[in-house]
């Protein structure tokens, strides 16, 4: 009886984004890979971003329903990753600059 409970239980798997597997910068490179569906338009990160560099697209609405989150000056961005850090959906894979060769 107890094992024809577990062999009735259904498997669930996990869903992983894809965003979260990505293992290269994007190329051209830029600071963040904004994984803009998942964007519930809160503005944390907008709060939290020292230069200010953040705002919702308000042009645009994403497939929950939201204006998602846009990097408006990607040169400005200094890869601090206080937006990842305080954004509550994982919206956010930051990278740091690539160094010169030499350096
Ligand atoms: S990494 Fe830092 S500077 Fe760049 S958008 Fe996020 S909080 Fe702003
Ligand atoms: S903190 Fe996350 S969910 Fe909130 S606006 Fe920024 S990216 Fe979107």
New binding site residues.
């Given amino acids: 009886m107890f094992g024809a409970g577990l062999r009735t239980r259904k498997r669930t798997t996990m869903a992983i984004s894809p965003v979260a597997m990505t293992l290269r910068p994007p190329v051209p490179w830029a600071?963040?890979l904004i994984a803009e569906d998942h964007c519930k338009g809160c503005e944390l990160?907008v709060a939290?971003?020292?230069?200010a560099?953040?705002a919702l697209d308000r042009g645009r609405v994403n497939l929950l329903g939201y204006h998602p989150i846009r990097?408006t000056d990607p040169a400005a961005?200094?890869?601090?990753?206080?937006?990842a850090r305080v954004c509550p959906d994982a919206v956010f894979i930051?990278w740091a600059a690539p160094r010169e060769a030499g350096r």
Avoid: D, E
């Fill in positions: 600071p963040l990160c939290a971003c020292p230069k560099v953040l990097l961005c200094t890869s601090c990753a206080f937006c930051v």
